[in-house]
Structures are given as structure tokens and as C-alpha cells.
């Protein structure tokens, strides 16, 4: 199948210990750019997410955002520092004796003291985190992919119309070519006529001169390339995968072809079906640049 590279996936996970929200969208990008946007606190699994990432994604600048909300955060552990209160007490002993006034530390004065009590986090079950968090930005990716696809599938018809009108304007171009060789070559025995008047015109020397006008303007190895290029360009359609890369060079192929076209057209019709030509495969590249 054909994925755009233009896509948006969101899922949410919540219980009693914690709320994750993920958010994932896309625009065009040549290579996979990823921006994960994240609270400091689960800034520890960005190389998990972005290696988890890479399963689903292939190309495209991609932001990645993440909520989320720890109710746990309550849950503090009050710490007592006994060696800072220690050395706070033999400081303040010191200094009485020092200046010979009286020691009146209290327990609640010293306990007042910066360190000698601090409140700290609760440990982090860190593999429980992942595991939830590692579910929702599956989820998350997992309809972000499911809206590439449906894109793509509607980029992959609309891709297979303008290479059906393709094949249309090629057909013209090789139903027109002997066309124009036989207009030439009663032009060219019309002018001879004209200048010759009653004198015998030499065939030999006419037809010589049509083939080299013919081989001039033949754009034979052009058209089998075209019709290649634009089966080609529907098979891979049709196999899918991340495809766009390849697309893009073939495109740059046919229109290759058609500029070659256009400057061997040596008649206004084969001009205007070139130029016609040359516009939609600069549609199709266009369309292309959204495919993975």
C-alpha cells in the first residue's frame, strides 16, 4: 500500500498513577526528521521512542507531542539528613563555647536548618512508566499510519488518472509523428515543384532528404521509454511500500523524455500535446513529494 507522508495520530492512556497523551503529525520531508516534544521528566526514553518510531515511520518531519500528568506526584519521602545535623550542632557548640554565651539550640531550631529535612520523590518504577508509555505512542502511531494509508490510497488514484491521461498524450505524439513526415514531404515537393516549374522533380533526391527529416524528428525511443516509465511508475503504485524516492527519479525521467520530445517537435500540434504532456508529469511529481 501507498502511504502519504502527511498524517496525524492521537491516543491517551490514563489509570490511578498517571495521564499520557500522545500526538503525532507530518508534513513532506526528503529524509525522517522527528522532533519529540516531551515533559524533562521522560526526557530519559527519548532514544527508546525514537528507535520505536522508525517501525512506523520511514520518511517525513515528523513532531511528536507528549502530556504527561503523574498523580503520584503527592506520594514524597521526608528525608533526614543526620550528618548535616550533626555538623550544624557541633558549629553551634563551638561557637558557644567560642563566645562564651549559652547554647540554646533546640531540636526544633536545628531542625529548621537548610538539609537537615528534605522531602524527596518517591522512587520511579521507570519500566512501568515505559510500559504504558510505550502502549500509547503505539497507539498513536499506529492511526497516524492508518491516516497516511488512507491518504496515500487516495494520492495512488489520483496519480493512476493523470498516468492514464499520460498515456493518452503519448499515443497522440506516435499517432501524430508519420503524420507530420507526410505533411514535410508534400511540402518539400510542392516548393521543388514550385521551384523546378516544368522540370522533372528527382524522387531519389526527395526521399533521401524526408528520411533525414525523419530521423531528425523521431521520437520513437522516447515514446517506448515514456510508456516504460509510466508502467513502471503503476506497478510500484500498485506494490507499495516507501516508494518515494524511487517515483521521484522516475519522474525525473520522463520528464527527461518529454523535454526531448518538445525539442524535436518540429510541428505545432506534437507541441502543444509535448507541453501537455510535460505538465502532468510535473503533477505527478508534485504528488509524488506526499508519498513515503
Known amino acids: 500500500m501507498i ?3 502527511t498524517g496525524f495520530g492521537r491516543a491517551e492512556y490514563s489509570d490511578e498513577k498517571r495521564r499520557i497523551t500522545v ?4 508534513v513532506n520531508h526528503r529524509y525522517l526528521d522527528c522532533s519529540i516534544k516531551m515533559p524533562k521528566k521522560l526526557s530519559f526514553f527519548e532514544a527508546s521512542i525514537r528507535t520505536l518510531l522508525k ?24 528525608k533526614y539528613n543526620r550528618d548535616m545535623a550533626r555538623a550544624y550542632y557541633s558549629y553551634l557548640k563551638e561557637m558557644a563555647e567560642e563566645f562564651g554565651i549559652e547554647n540554646d539550640v533546640r531540636v526544633s ?22 510500559s504504558d508509555l510505550d502502549k500509547v505512542i503505539r497507539e498513536a502511531a ?31 505524439i506516435e499517432k501524430r509523428a508519420p503524420q507530420i513526415i507526410e505533411e514535410y514531404k508534400a511540402s518539400l515537393c510542392e516548393k521543388v515543384a514550385d521551384l523546378l516549374a516544368d522540370s522533372k522533380i528527382d524522387e531519389t533526391r526527395i526521399l533521401g532528404e524526408v528520411t533525414l527529416y525523419a530521423d531528425k524528428i523521431c521520437v520513437d525511443e522516447e515514446i517506448v521509454r515514456l510508456r516504460s516509465h509510466i508502467g513502471t ?23 527527461r523524455e518529454a523535454n526531448t520530445i518538445l ?22 511529481r508534485e504528488q509524488i513529494q506526499n508519498i513515503e
Not at 116 to 127: H, W, Y
Not at 263 to 284: F, G, P, R, Y
Request: contains cysteine; hydrophobic residues 35%.
Open 109 to 130: 531550631t536545628l531542625s529548621r536548618y537548610p538539609e537537615v529535612f528534605s522531602l524527596e520523590d518517591a522512587d520511579v518504577d521507570e519500566d512501568e512508566i515505559w
Open 263 to 284: 525539442s524535436k517537435a518540429n510541428d505545432l500540434a506534437t507541441s502543444d500535446i509535448a507541453i501537455n504532456l510535460k505538465t502532468d508529469i510535473e503533477k505527478v
Open 55 to 78: 517501525d512506523y515511520i520511514q520518511r517525513g518531519k515528523v513532531d511528536v507531542f507528549i502530556t504527561y500528568e503523574d498523580y503520584t506526584e503527592n506520594n514524597l519521602n521526608l
Open 23 to 26: 500526538e503525532i503529525k507530518a
Open 233 to 255: 511508475t503503476k506497478e510500484i503504485l500498485e506494490t507499495g511500500g516507501s516508494v518515494g524516492r524511487k517515483l521521484d527519479f522516475i519522474a525525473q525521467e520522463m520528464n
Open 3 to 5: 502511504k502519504s507522508m
Open 142 to 172: 499506529t492511526h497516524f499510519v492508518d491516516a497516511r494509508i488512507t491518504e496515500g490510497e487516495n494520492l495512488k488514484r489520483d496519480l493512476c488518472d493523470k498516468l492514464d491521461t499520460m498515456l493518452t498524450y503519448v499515443a497522440d
